[in-house]
């Protein structure tokens, strides 16, 4: 590995290292949060900066339909996706209709993600009207659904769609009773909720609706009546599903998005969901705060694991009907998918570097397309993640899929792998997904064909080669005599972080390491303290470097270099302390000649 790995990027906020008020300050304003007003909405999110979900598009018309199956004894169905936002969309819309009626037993139908593939399908539709289902509700998908919306209505099925997704290109939406989306109409004013905050928003309608609270010939000018006491209280304890919903699709963290996130993760630990309860304690994060980094590294890989590995459908069971007994053997069957999920993970992982160092030796790969009979199609969409952060170029990987091959592919910030896919689409069977990620499926005959010209596609769009490294955007320059107890809590009040509101990084120029130690259980992971003298001062920092085993040889006591961290709190009996994670080091002239 050649250091700095990534390429440094300096915001504007990076020029020089200043107090650390002002440091959260320009934070803020980098943010887009410029008045007083914007930044105490920023750091400090409340439920009543949230907007009446009757704004929200349809949603006011899909509750009173699913508010009026409910009351006539119609079959429901709630049909969602694998992954942990359809998990949780549709966990939030099954305990709201059982809020209104604790008999009734929605049914939950969640398509396979290798038989199936992802949305509706015909074949799904029948299946449930022949079991007698009468409503389906949609949730995290539907948007794009046009041929089988046209199914269910040729079924007799009425069909409620709420979905985030891209919209048609062509603006056409599915023949469906209602289509709630929050990027549909003119009244929602924010359009990047995921799928289970706008299951969420549904709910929160539903409950009016039921009660009739929602009076559509209510003045502009007269107060809301409120929900009942019950209602009320089971709307708010299933924001933890939306929150975590939120983290794990990687929407943007702003918004209502971060109310979401913010006030749901305080309440996570009481739901009243036994799935959930019983998977926080075998995570044990049953106690102590939850934050969204956990949520995104430790819950949610567990609930996706069972989508990649089996089938989608225990998840499922866990957050809607499991209790007791039932709900920790699931918890603990997920725990054991997600360690099968890291062993093939790594697996897939060594293949593939060892595929793309036979092919490409030296070279930097300009375009990497890699298949294999044995992969996972579950697990390729991970790999081709780490692959991108290491090659800088866009990956697709591909598996054996029945008579085709399948495979995910990640692109690079400044590629739309969508765009690229479209110019190779010639020998493409199928394709489709958005600028950062994407799915293919191809005859084996024609994989050679697409690797040319998918190559080609993108030479032509990356920078040159000496230039091809991931952008690592650096937010300020800083002193370790800046990074003190004081500012790094305050850069906590930044909290919720995720996408658009990263943790933020930092750069430590001119640092000498004092010590070095392996840490953690395999080995893998360094400690590294480092000193930097600031007005006649010495200044220590200790920092992890994950993963940074194998480069320990160039740490050796004395080293110089500059260093972009992101800080944390490490909190032991009570007692707070500074410490670091590394992101990316710049060695001193002299070191890198000997690396």
């Known amino acids: 590995m050649q250091f700095p790995a990534k390429r440094w990027i300096h915001s504007q906020s990076a020029k020089s290292d200043e107090s650390s008020g002002d440091l959260v300050s320009r934070l803020l304003t980098a943010r887009g949060a410029v008045t007083t007003a914007d930044r105490d909405a920023f750091c400090h999110p409340k439920l009543t900066q949230l907007q009446h979900p009757s704004d929200l598009h349809d949603a006011q018309k899909a509750a009173h339909a699913i508010c009026d199956a409910v009351r006539s004894g119609k079959r429901i169905a709630i049909y969602g996706d694998y992954d942990v936002d359809g998990v949780m969309s549709s966990a939030i819309v099954w305990h709201m209709l059982r809020a209104l009626d604790p008999q009734i037993n929605p049914r939950v139908y969640v398509p396979h993600r290798i038989e199936e593939g992802y949305g509706l399908n015909a074949e799904a539709l029948r299946l449930l009207r022949d079991e007698g289902i ?30 985030h997704h891209e919209l048609n290109a062509d603006g056409e939406i599915p023949m469906a009773l209602a289509v709630v989306h ?21 709910a929160w309608m539903i409950a009016e609706a039921w009660c009739g609270v929602d009076r559509l010939d209510r003045d502009a000018s007269e107060p809301r009546a409120k929900l009942p006491q019950a209602l009320r209280d089971r709307v ?66 567990f609930i996706n694991a069972c989508g990649r590995m089996k089938h989608a459908e ?32 790594a697996a897939i992982f060594a293949d593939a570097q060892l595929m793309v160092k036979k092919r490409y030796g030296a070279n930097k790969p ?64 199928r394709h489709g997904g958005h600028a950062m990620a ?7 005959s024609s994989i050679e064909a697409f690797t040319e010209a998918f190559t080609r596609e993108v030479d032509a769009l990356l920078p040159p080669s ?35 509101n990263r943790k ?28 930097q003298i600031v007005g006649g001062k010495a200044h220590f920092l200790r920092m992890q470097w994950w993963s940074g085993a194998e480069h320990i040889e160039l740490l050796a006591k004395g080293t110089r270099m500059d260093v972009v961290i992101e800080p944390t709190l490490n909190t032991f009996k009570g007692i707070a302390e500074v410490e670091a994670r590394v992101v990316d080091i710049k060695f001193a002239a002299a070191v890198v000649s000997r690396a």
């Open 366 to 429: 300009r375009g990497i397309v890699l298949q294999s009979e044995s992969w996972n199609l579950g697990i390729v969409g991970i790999v081709c993640s780490k692959l991108v952060d290491i090659y800088a170029c866009p990956v697709i990987l591909l598996t054996r899929n029945k008579d085709a091959f399948k495979g995910s592919g990640r692109s690079v910030e400044g590629i739309e792998l969508h765009k690229v896919l479209d110019a190779c689409g010639a020998h493409l069977l």
């Open 134 to 163: 009468e409503l389906i509700i949609t949730v995290d998908c539907g948007v794009s659904a046009i041929s089988e919306a046209r199914v269910a209505h040729e079924l007799g099925l009425t069909l409620i769609i709420t979905d």
């Open 236 to 301: 708010k304890t299933l924001l933890p599903l939306a929150a975590i919903g939120t983290v794990a699709d990687v929407v943007p963290m702003l918004g209502e998005n971060r109310v979401l996130v913010a006030y749901g993760l305080r309440e996570v630990q009481h739901t009243g969901v036994d799935g959930l309860d019983a998977l926080l304690s075998s995570l044990r994060l049953d106690s102590g705060p939850v934050d969204a980094e956990k949520v995104a590294f430790r819950l949610a890989p």
């Open 438 to 444: 994407a799915g293919v499926t191809i005859a084996e």
């Open 504 to 531: 933020p990084l930092f750069l430590v120029e001119h640092v000498e390491v004092t010590a070095t130690r392996p840490i953690g259980r395999d080995g893998k992971h360094i400690e590294v303290t480092i000193k």
């Open 314 to 345: 225990d998840a499922m069971e866990l957050f809607t009907t499991a209790t007791n007994q039932r709900a920790r053997d699931l918890a603990k069957l997920l725990g054991e998918l997600n360690a099968q999920r890291r062993l093939d993970d």
């Open 466 to 500: 000496d230039l091809q490294k991931c952008p690592l955007t650096v937010d300020a320059a800083c002193t370790l005599s800046t990074l003190n107890l004081a500012s790094v809590e305050q850069l906590n009040t930044l909290a919720p972080f995720g996408r658009d």
């Open 182 to 202: 929050p990027r549909l109409g003119t009244t929602q004013r924010y359009g990047e909720l995921c799928g289970a905050g706008v299951a969420w928003k549904l």
